[in-house]
């Protein structure tokens, strides 16, 4: 059983640019959330998506954004890239919300 | 508002010790609490999950115990080894609406050969 895909697993980008993240979530899951990891502030909530619909959304600015596609597969946006989005992006896969949750590798994404 | 802490923030170990790493959280109305695993650069391992009415999950020489009334969870790693050097995390699901998982900032420990 395949587990949680995320692409890319690196990214540097420019400040001012935008940025793309995907994540496949293991088969049969619906469940999908987004965390931003950093050494000062850890693990941040983003917002978790459910049979496409975002269910819960974390103190983020707008700038960040996601969707989630009819097969669960979801992305997150960020748009007008600052230094300080540099960080850890990590999915986590669940069957449906509040079940045990299974985390991709992450995308690296470095802000220059 | 829920806040988790893990102590101690770093913890090494010569190997075939027995260890107890800590965690504690603020408001005891949660839906369940999950221990996982990072090693560096990479993602999250899933270690033990342990809902809201149990009192421990059991994996291996891995035992995690939550105690609600008293804000607690502890994960006990018996006769640890080199292999089990990483960061260890806690993460708390709340009761209610919404239950986004609420992170502590992890234990980071070194198992010495």
């Known amino acids: 059983k395949a587990g949680v895909t995320q692409t890319p697993r690196y990214l540097i980008k420019t400040r001012g640019q935008q940025v793309t993240l995907s994540c496949s979530p293991i088969s049969g899951h619906r469940s999908v959330s987004w965390y931003q990891q950093t050494p000062g502030q850890g693990l941040q909530f983003l917002f978790e998506y459910f049979s496409e619909t975002q269910r819960n959304k974390g103190n983020f600015p707008g700038r960040f954004s996601g969707r989630q596609f009819s097969n669960s597969r979801s992305e997150m946006n960020v748009s007008t890239l600052e230094l300080g989005d540099s960080a850890l992006y990590l999915c986590?896969?669940?069957?449906?919300?509040?079940?045990?949750?299974?985390f991709g590798q992450g995308t690296r994404l470095t802000v220059v | 508002k829920q806040e988790v802490t893990q102590i101690p923030a770093a913890l090494s170990v010569p190997e075939g010790e027995n260890l107890v790493l800590n965690c504690s959280f603020t408001?005891?109305?949660?839906?369940?609490l999950q221990w996982f695993r990072q090693d560096p650069g990479k993602g999250l391992t899933s270690l033990l999950l342990i809902q809201s009415s149990q009192r421990e999950q059991t994996s291996g020489r891995l035992n995690a115990s939550l105690d609600k009334s008293s804000g607690r969870s502890t994960l006990y790693i018996a006769a640890s080894q080199p292999g089990d050097s990483a960061t260890y995390l806690c993460a708390v699901s709340n009761a209610g609406n919404n239950r986004k998982l609420i992170w502590g900032l992890g234990t980071s420990l070194a198992v010495n050969p």
């Open positions: 408001d005891s109305a949660i839906y369940n």
């Open positions: 986590a896969s669940q069957r449906v919300m509040n079940t045990e949750a299974f």
